[in-house]
């Protein structure tokens, strides 16, 4: 079993609907959350970070991690062709080891 | 937000040859160096940790002779695939980090280099 598991997706969804991605993880250590965005063919950049449980707004972006239940979510809100990319999720005991998911793949089709 | 560049953003070459790859933080010191390995529609996979003037950490199943890392400065860091295979052909992404427990912030990732070996 992986530490952290993410649906790979595709998850095709018409513009301006609301995205939900979410990642389970096992590692209860981890204290550091955070969301990355990859084109294709671009390197990963940080969207969203969390450090331990709780919500996190940035504009159309929302990052809810549930320690609980090990598990964290990211919201989109009127998604955006713009939005089409891989997401990948990272967690961290340190802040600096990163942990990945799989990545989801998102379509936003206008 | 801090910047890494990495260069080149693609590269082709022979079966045999050695290529070399470079990263640089641009406005931050970077005092670890993270390089991973990404192929098609999968995750990133970390190669090696290299902390400036050290040698590099491997992770269990990436061959060290193979893949020459260098972390000479706190602004450079450099991989070198050294007689390259296809079946190294991926892209290749480094990661800075500023240093300190909690310095996450700081973290940012290069471009990614295409290697593309016939």
């Known amino acids: 079993q992986k530490e952290v598991e993410q649906d790979p997706g595709p998850l095709s969804v018409p513009e301006g609907a609301i995205v939900s991605l979410n990642c389970t993880y096992s590692n209860s250590a981890f204290q550091y959350f955070m969301w990355y965005r990859q084109y294709s063919r671009k390197g990963p950049e940080l969207l969203m970070y969390t450090y331990s449980s709780g919500n996190k707004e940035d504009g159309r972006f929302t990052a809810q991690v549930d320690k609980s239940s090990k598990y964290i979510s990211l919201f989109i809100r009127d998604s955006q062709p713009s939005d089409s990319a891989t997401y990948l999720c990272a967690m961290s005991q340190t802040g600096n080891m990163l942990t990945f998911g799989g990545g989801t793949r998102l379509m936003v089709k206008p | 937000g801090a910047v890494v560049s990495q260069h080149p953003s693609w590269v082709i070459c022979k079966s045999g040859t050695s290529v070399k790859i470079e990263c640089r933080s641009l406005?931050?010191?970077?005092?670890?160096m993270f390089w991973y390995r990404q192929f098609p529609k999968q995750s990133l996979m970390l190669m090696a940790t290299s902390n400036e003037g050290s040698k590099a950490t491997y992770e269990q199943g990436v061959e060290k002779d193979k893949f020459l890392i260098n972390h000479a400065s706190l602004t450079l860091s450099t991989l070198t695939v050294t007689s390259a295979h296809p079946e190294d052909s991926s892209f290749y992404i480094c990661?800075?980090?500023?240093?300190?427990?909690?310095?996450?912030?700081?973290?940012?990732f290069g471009p990614g280099t295409r290697l593309t070996v016939l």
């Open positions: 406005d931050f010191q970077a005092t670890t």
């Open positions: 990661r800075g980090n500023g240093g300190g427990q909690s310095s996450y912030n700081e973290q940012f």
